[in-house]
């Protein structure tokens, strides 16, 4: 009924049950294994209640420097440098500084060049490798299982458990394959993969279950596509999402911050190496997709498995299977101010949003101005980019993509969370409608009465162009 | 964490499926930093409808809620969980769960007891006849009870959150009696792991 089994290793030789196996540190009978975790990342949101529970109880952080923390769920990123204007938001962060102070935690501040958000600077700073465990209280945490890197979000009191113990207790989820054979159609992204993925498996098609992502069009993404696919593995329901490690993970780690130096880089590919399923293993479930059939995607509805391609239209409630989906996509289109019919290339636009975890590398970026040289964004609608780290805010500079955004009309803001769920002020209003390159369109998520539309950075970019859900070929006509 | 034996009182259906986290706790109330206060703002955006289930006559005092299908998707938050909580819920029935809010919930002492739709079905037709009528939730039992009309059925619990709940067990003093087995492990991890401080030069 939903979870995975409850005892007893099933190692049979998939890529997941190698991390599993390599970080069990303890399997008590009757009660979950306890596993070793390598990397613990904490932001500002989530922890401070576990560094109370710690104190409280008298212990202290088991390893800080096996634990990274920096400041993106509420950082302003509007002159960031400025004094915190909301109250609340300035005591996550001076309570994150102290108890990083007093536990001997390293910490990258709002103003350090290493800020962002937590799941673009990992990677980054090299501090995600293949093999390890991560975990952070974000459910975005399967990011980083595009390294090979067994990675899930975890609660509050875990996050407590981890800081004590730097380990979690875990049943074994089961595992599930997701290959994508073929090759992507030119102008399909990996935004536009994932979205597809979890619209053939639903919300919860991944509940319980790891998934491993397979097959030749996975291969031939670059990281910044595969943290955006492994990201949203959360939103089909899964633990988390993992990818083997290849020549493409190797040639993005080489010479990072943390990456292993000398004869350990040679010691880790060798060990890296072997992080992959093996030949003729099985797993619980298996799930094909030819690449081939994939086309552009946007969301219609209020979560992330309602959507339809963009030559599609939003659809008629009457024509789901069941009566409580025909009315959970009503209630849908009723949120959204939608009706059924209209063509996705009719419906416009008031906001644009690009960033966040699962869009806000400087591949994204990229993407995003290249359609945008030489244009300018429609009138009535406003567009902002929030790169995902202090580092790819300055790498965008370093190469003019700054000037491109601004050009074409957009607002060029500071590293954070942002508008992905609004807690720092950068919210829609009631009723106001965005294409956003976020990973979630449910109710209110982008503020109180605001309606998402979940876009990769190049249909986003395309979007703000046209004032209307548009691909960067529409405009190719209209220019 | 207290122990969790029995729940017992008013019952609220919640008959929707897929309700995320973002709904039970929408994001402008995570800025708090403290475990406690979070009842005001559960399902804040909904509960401006006068027509939504929490806003009916004896609803604050309901002790379960029977939601639908995939109930706790989405964020990690475990403030969804500190909210229903507040608000005065021990307990939630649903046919599945995400796997996250799961997790958070038996750590924090919320009763998940996952059954099937028929299950909340007849629950949810006993709950339309008589709003008040008092539903019991079993956790050593993993039985769902209404005395009154005698219907009673199964849940679903692993054997370890059962147990969790049963004793009100702190999960950390639970690990650290493997403290011994974490220095072993920790001993023979590879010294090329990344770490924040201050790397051991490698062996030439």
Known sequence: MGHGPDNGPRDNGRLFDKVWQRHLVASPEGEPPLLYIDLHLVHEVTSPQAFEGLELAGRTVRRPDLTVATMDHDVPTLNPDGPITDPLAAEQMSRLR?????????????????????????????????????????????????????????????????????TLRQTKPAAMAITVDGELPAGVTAKDLVLGIIAEIGTNGGTGHVIEYRGAAIRSLDMAGRMTVCNMSIEAGARAGMIAPDDTTFAFLEGRQHSPKGADWERALDDWRSLVTDEGATFDREVRLDAASLRPVVTWGTNPAQSVTIDGAVPDPATFA????QQAAQRA?????????????DIGVDVV?????TNGRLADLRAAAGVLRGRKVSDGVKAIVVPGSARVKFEAEAEGLDQVFKSAGFEWRSAGCSMCLGMNGDILAPGERSASTSNRNFEGRQGPGGRTHLVSPAMAAATAVAGHFSTPGDLEGAR | MRAVHKVQGRAVVLDRPNVDTDQIIPAAWLKRVERTGFGPGLFSAWRTDPEFVLNQPGADEAKILIAGPNFGCGSSREHAVWALQDFG???????????????????????????????????????????????????????????????SFDFALPDYARWRLLEGMDDVGITLRHADEIAAFEAQRPDWLPSSGPRTPAMT
Not at chain 2, 93 to 110: E, K, V
């Open chain 2, 89 to 151: 819920f021990d307990a939630v029935i649903s046919p599945s769960f995400a796997d996250i809010f799961r997790g958070n919930s038996i750590g924090a002492g919320l009763v998940t007891a996952e059954t099937d739709e028929q299950t909340v079905a007849a629950l949810g037709a006993t709950l339309a006849a008589d709003p008040a009528v008092t539903v019991v939730l079993d956790v050593a039992e993993r039985t769902i009870t209404v005395p009154s009309t005698g219907l």
């Open chain 1, 98 to 166: 102290k108890n990083c102070e007093a536990h001997g935690v390293t910490l990258y501040p709002l103003g350090s060049a290493d800020q962002g958000v937590v799941h673009v600077i990992g990677p980054q700073l090299g501090l995600t490798q293949p093999g390890m465990t991560v975990v952070c209280g974000d459910s975005h945490t399967s990011t980083h299982g595009a390294f090979g890197a067994l990675a899930f979000g975890i609660g509050t009191t875990e996050v407590e458990h981890v800081l004590a113990t730097q």
């Open chain 1, 333 to 345: 289109l009723d949120y959204m101010g939608l009706r059924a019919g209209t063509a996705m290339r």
């Open chain 1, 353 to 357: 949003f690009i960033g966040s975890c």
């Open chain 1, 322 to 325: 069941t009566s409580a989906e």
